[in-house]
């Protein structure tokens, strides 16, 4: 089969002809119609995420076929129209009993711990916990573009951030994470500071519904505005890009009581942050971190999708054949992408 292999770290990768996969006893092989570039794939790209064996095939936003069925698989049927979460549970460790597959503790991650779907053919493992089934009404690239960046973020805000009418939801960085969670707060009746260097990516914030648009400053100074512009702080304040400073005025901005989910990754280089504790103490404020989001919690959000109430498509910025992808995955670093860009030729 085609696919995008990298036999270094950042090394420009390639397309090679490599061996398909076959499913093993418990999972199946998915035939791959679309697969969102996201920044993780770049991070692993990059060298900092410490699953990645080279060489390597990337991508882990992914929808298609299924093709192939090991023989442990009950639930899926070769034809099968089919997404996942980038986290796959194992079903049996104590996190997964509990319903939290998304720090499942033998976890399965394609495009990380196994080779991904920026090729022809990818194996999905666990494939009765994790596959998502997908209705014929939502088409191969909006479920690609929810794989990663839509659904954490959805988890995100409803999940994590227990987001609620009329609270105040500051978002910074405003790339597909970004921009999937001001849609997502706005489908929930919350209102939406978006901030971001680019006055590009706060228009299309803008587009979305965002009710203030800050360009980013100083941590302390774009704290300050959005402060003051939600008359007292936001009640929950999303790190979407991964960036100390994101962190830092993502903690300051927030009222008392209010939440900090930390979403986007940080480089190797910038993952300790420094924060005042004393403020954190005094103000009472929480920290979370949001890491994907179960299968079993799409049902809600494809149902919102069929509703008209979210509309993912919107945030698909552009499409690109299986040879683009190199240019677009190896630009990811400079934040320039807007939206979300997928593979949907092979």
Not at 280 to 288: D, G, K, Q, S, T
Not at 322 to 337: A, N, Q
Request: contains cysteine; proline residues 4%; hydrophobic residues 40%.
């Amino acid at each position: 089969m085609k696919a995008v292999l990298y036999e270094s770290f950042r090394e420009t990768p390639k397309i090679a002809e490599v061996a398909s996969p076959n499913a093993s006893q418990n999972s199946v092989v998915v035939e791959v119609r679309a697969c969102g570039i996201c920044r993780s794939d770049w991070h692993g790209w990059m060298g900092n995420d410490p699953d990645i064996s080279l060489p390597h095939v990337p991508g882990h936003e992914l929808a298609g076929i299924v093709k192939e069925v090991g023989p442990g698989v009950r639930k899926w049927n070769i034809g099968d129209r089919v997404t996942v979460p980038f986290v796959g549970g194992c079903g049996k460790c104590p996190q997964c009993v509990s319903g939290n597959q998304q720090v499942c503790d033998f976890q399965f991650q394609p495009g990380f711990t196994n080779w991904g779907a920026f090729a022809e053919y990818v194996e999905i493992g666990y494939a009765d916990e994790n596959l998502v089934a997908l209705p014929e009404e939502i088409d191969f690239v909006t479920a690609a573009s929810l794989g990663c960046r839509f659904m954490t973020s959805f988890r995100a805000v409803v999940d994590q951030g227990r987001v609620r009418e009329n609270e105040w939801v500051a978002v910074h960085g405003c790339g597909g994470v970004g921009l999937s969670a001001i849609m997502i707060a706005k489908a929930f009746g919350a209102r939406v500071a978006a901030v971001d260097l680019s006055r590009e990516k706060l228009e299309l914030a803008a587009d979305l519904g965002a009710d203030v648009l800050l360009e980013a400053s100083d941590p302390a100074g774009t704290a300050d505005a959005i402060r003051a512009a939600t008359s007292g702080g936001a009640d929950i304040s999303i790190d979407a890009i991964g960036h100390p400073t994101a962190v830092l005025q993502s903690l300051l901005c927030l009222r008392k009581r209010g939440r900090h989910i930390q979403v986007g990754l940080l480089e190797a280089d910038h993952r300790e942050v420094s924060f005042p504790m004393n403020v954190l103490v005094a103000n009472e404020i929480e920290i979370r971190g949001s890491h994907g989001m179960q299968a079993h919690r799409y049902p809600e959000m494809m149902g919102m999708i069929m509703e008209g109430r979210l509309e993912p498509r919107k945030l698909v910025s552009g499409t690109a054949s299986l040879e683009e992808s190199v240019e677009v995955l190896c630009s990811m670093g400079g934040f320039h992408t807007k939206g979300v860009v997928v593979i949907n030729s092979f």
